[in-house]
Structures are given as C-alpha cells and as structure tokens.
C-alpha cells in the first residue's frame, strides 16, 4: 500500500483529519507511515486555512506502536534526520491545535504521542493505553519520561512505564490522560465536533496561548527526546532487547506487531 493509502488525509473547511489505515495491522507504524505523518503536520502548518488537525484510527485500534520488524530494519535510531526524530519534532512543533481520538488498545507511541495533543478524546469501553517499553527492553520515548511523570506524578507513571499493565478511558480521564470518554460508536462524531467547535477560535489567540503555554519547555522536550532516543538506540543491541524481542515474535507470529 502507498502512503496515501496507509494513512488518510481529509480537509473539511478548517479542518485537517489523519486516520491511520492499516486495520489488518492494528495501524501498526512504519516508516512509510511516518513519513506520511510528517509530511501532513507539515502541509497542516503551512495552509492558513486548517487551524485544527484531528488524528484517529482505522479498525480495531488507535495504533498498536511501532511496526517492529520495520523499526528493526532501520539501522539507525539517534540521528537528527532519522523518520522518528523529524516525526517527533513535527509532533511537538505544531503550533496549531491537535486533537486525538482514541480506542481499543493504544500501545507505546500512540501512548506517548497524545502527550503533545491539547484535547484528547478516549473511548469509553474499548481503550486501553499500554507503555510496554521496559518489558521489551527499551525506554520510552516522545519526551514521556519528563511529560508523564509532570502530569500524572511519579508513582503513576513508574506504574504505566514499569508495569505496561493497560489503563483503561475512565482512569485515563481520572489521570489528565484524556480530556473526554465518550461512547465507542460516538467516537468519530464526538471527535469532530470538537474539532469543529476548536476551529471556530479565533486562530491567532489561539496560536499564541499554545506557544504561551508550552514556553520555556520546548527546549527540554527536544533535549529528552534526544536522550531518550539514544538510550533506545543503545538499548537495541542489548541482551534484554533481544530476549524481549524474541518472545514477541513468538507470541505473534501470525501478525505483524506493534510495540514501542
């Protein structure tokens, strides 16, 4: 499948809708994808006339993370210009307003990313949000290890990060996760009438309160997603990756995963 069918880009009037197409792989991402992700942050920051984007999924899930045996097949992770770093930045660059809708389970950077989003919607029987970067061997990444603890506490976020055990919408709500549960066969709606309510802002206000509010932090995020990044790279080659790995792989032979 091409980019444009692997992740579906929408306008409607002041709206940009990414939805993550690769039901058959719970939207598990690759590079492919990602590159498409970039390239729709950066066309959403460049049209003055989208003030919101919205992101959502196709199928069963959000996204089930990183596509592992793609990720494993780039060989280098830390780099400035490396597919997830440039993701990354885009992610938390963008100075418009960025909404998720989330449902079934959400795993690792589809976790992580909704830590840049201003407004996050979850549904309410299906979602579960699960970190397992330590049982694979790795650490997590998206700046989570300074944002998740900021906005939950330690102890909250040592259990999402040391345990990976799921979180469901109603405790995510209760953490500051997500800002709205709503029913599963609402959740598109529900998502894009609040997209539509944001984009009714007007955008210049709204521009400079997102850059008000996250002043001074900016720096510190870049800066822990490179330390984080190169942790994780080294955490490749180590002997726990490659155990953890391994029993993934057994576990889920019959599909192609998600993960981190």
């Not at 109603?170 to 997209?195: C, F, H, P, S, Y």
């Not at 996250?214 to 180590?238: K, N, T």
Request: hydrophobic share 50%; charged share 20%.
């Amino acid at each position: 499948m091409s980019a444009s069918d692997l992740v579906l880009v929408t306008h409607r009037e002041h709206i940009c809708e990414v939805r993550l197409n690769r039901p058959d792989k719970r939207n598990a991402l690759t590079s492919t994808m990602y590159e498409a992700l970039i390239a729709a942050f950066a066309n959403a920051e460049a049209d003055d006339q989208i003030r919101v984007m919205l992101l959502c999924g196709e199928g069963a899930c959000f996204t089930g993370g990183n596509d592992l045996k793609d990720f494993l097949s780039v060989p280098e992770v830390i780099g400035a210009d490396h597919v997830i770093s440039r993701f990354l930045r885009a992610l938390s660059g963008f100075s418009k307003i960025l909404i998720a809708a989330v449902h079934g389970p959400t795993v690792g950077i589809g976790v992580t990313l909704l830590l840049h989003c201003d407004l996050v919607l979850a549904a309410a029987r299906s979602t579960r949000l699960i970190t397992p970067f330590v049982q694979l061997g790795v650490v997590p990444e998206a700046a989570s290890t300074m944002l998740l603890p900021r906005l939950l506490g330690h102890q909250r976020a040592a259990e999402m990060f040391f345990l990976g055990e799921p979180v469901d919408a109603m405790t995510a709500r209760q953490w500051g996760l997500v800002n709205r549960v709503v029913d599963d066969e609402a959740l598109r709606e529900e998502a894009r009438a609040l997209a539509a309510a944001a984009a009714r802002q007007p955008p210049g206000a709204v521009r400079l309160t997102k850059r008000l509010m996250r002043a001074g932090e900016s720096a510190d995020v870049s800066a822990r997603m490179q330390e984080e990044l190169r942790e994780f790279a080294a955490r490749l080659r180590s002997p726990e990756f490659a155990a953890a790995a391994q029993a993934f792989f057994g576990k889920s032979a019959a599909r192609s995963g998600g993960g981190t």
